[in-house]
């Protein structure tokens, strides 16, 4: 039996991971999961899967947990005390997919015991790459990419040696806006935004993918996830999103991953892995595929990805600024607040002031440095996202 505990359970990636255990109920045990405000579904899934502890991150749903868990024997707590506590429950295995630079302190929690993290939390490596990473060394972690692109070049690894690397090439769909004219763009809604071409999954990543934000973390994901150097990490648009990821070597070859695009593949590989077994997922069918196309990306179209190379290049803490401005400029655009051109705005000026100030410079960034950065970020996006656009 594998003890599993979810961080996220009640999101896109925390439901398919749910699917994917019920339908081996033999091969697991529930140690503990964690939710937000939809305190409804972690209840319905709690009673299901039956942890020895549920947790919403929110104190003021507490009670409704309580009364929905009256009973059942399964305890009840709140507050991100509480969801990294969760984390710190002896599982063999923990599944990090809280959204947003939230899911760090209890992925930490969760690597600090010695667990096996699945890593769907691309903030997690964006925000404390070099951090994570001496922590799963000093306490014996394993991580695991949940990320399909990440999964995708984690499994054309296999088997290769690590120096024979020249690159990664990630595949983007291009979004919700990907066949959009660039003038047309500052006038998106976030309806507009939060609808995918191929991929079901939460609101926020969906609209980061339609601006490239998402791509853009998952180029520092992959850069610090694989020890690669940033001109190593590569994008192209893939609108099919068949081929997830490929690693090029230094003999010319390349190894693509492909598959339909369907999260609980990677969530799958990691939840069996090292082994491989069946999962409910689509076969494709090449010949009915016909063609797939590849194109360059247009960083006038696209300005997260040119920032993306300026954080990776910077250092320090500006993987942990990025992400947080870009979060606060997110919840500025669902607000209504700012257009959604003027997202990459905020996030440009965040990252010049904090780098004018010395802001981002740190030679070992531990977890309270980086957490001052997000927390700076965040409050001067909020700012600049109010005022002067
Ligand atoms: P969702 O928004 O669907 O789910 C997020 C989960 O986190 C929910 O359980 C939510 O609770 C909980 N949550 C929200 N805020 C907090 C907080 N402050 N503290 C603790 N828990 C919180 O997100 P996704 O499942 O789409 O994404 C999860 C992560 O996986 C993200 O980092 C995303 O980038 C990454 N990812 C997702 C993919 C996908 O296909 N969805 C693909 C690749 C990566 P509640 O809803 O109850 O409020
Ligand atoms: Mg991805």
Not at 221 to 229: V, Y
Not at 272 to 277: S, T
Request: glycine share 8%; charged share 25%.
């Amino acid at each position: 039996m594998k003890r599993v505990s979810i961080l996220g359970a009640t999101g896109s990636i925390g439901c398919q991971t749910i699917e994917l255990i019920e339908a081996a109920p033999e091969r697991f045990e529930v140690v503990a999961l964690t939710g937000g405000r939809n305190v409804a579904l972690l209840a319905e899934q709690a009673k299901r899967l039956r942890p020895g502890l549920a947790v919403t991150c929110h104190d003021d749903c507490r009670a409704e947990l309580t009364e929905r868990l009256l009973g059942t024997g399964i305890e009840v707590a709140s507050g991100d005390a509480a969801v990294a506590e969760a984390a710190r429950m002896q599982a063999d295995w923990v599944m990090s997919a809280i959204v947003g630079a939230a899911g760090l302190v209890p992925g930490l929690a969760a690597i600090r015991q010695g667990a096996t993290l699945a890593l769907a939390n691309k903030e997690t490596m964006v925000a404390a790459g070099p951090l994570v990473l001496e922590a799963a060394r000093a306490h014996g972690a394993t991580l695991l990419p949940v990320d399909s692109e990440h999964s995708a070049v984690f499994q054309a690894l296999v088997g290769e040696d690590r120096a024979a690397v020249e690159r990664v090439i990630l595949t983007a769909s291009g979004g919700a806006f990907r066949d959009w004219p660039l003038e047309r763009l500052a006038t998106a809604t976030p309806e507009q935004a939060a609808t995918h071409p191929n991929w079901s999954m939460g609101q926020r990543i969906t609209i980061d993918s339609a601006s490239m934000f998402n791509k853009a973390l998952e180029v520092i994901e992959a850069r610090e996830l694989f020890g690669l150097a940033p001109d190593q990490v590569e994008v192209v648009i893939h609108p099919e999103s068949l081929i997830h990821a490929l690693v090029g070597f230094n003999d010319g070859a390349l190894m693509a991953h492909m598959g339909a695009p369907d999260m609980r593949h990677a969530i799958g590989y990691a939840l069996n892995w090292p082994e491989r077994r069946d999962l409910p997922v689509a076969r494709l069918d090449l010949a009915a595929t016909g063609s797939m196309t590849f194109r360059a990306p247009d960083e006038a179209r696209y300005p997260a990805l040119r920032q993306a190379r300026r954080v990776m290049e910077e250092g320090g803490l500006a993987g942990a600024a990025f992400n947080a401005a870009k979060e606060a400029a997110l919840d500025a655009f669902l607000d209504r607040r700012i257009g959604f051109l003027q997202m990459a705005q905020v996030v440009e000026q965040v990252l010049d002031t904090m780098s004018r100030a010395g802001a981002l410079r740190v030679d070992i960034p531990g977890l309270d440095a980086v957490l001052g950065a997000d927390a700076e970020a965040r409050e001067r996006a909020a700012r600049i996202s109010r005022t002067d656009l």
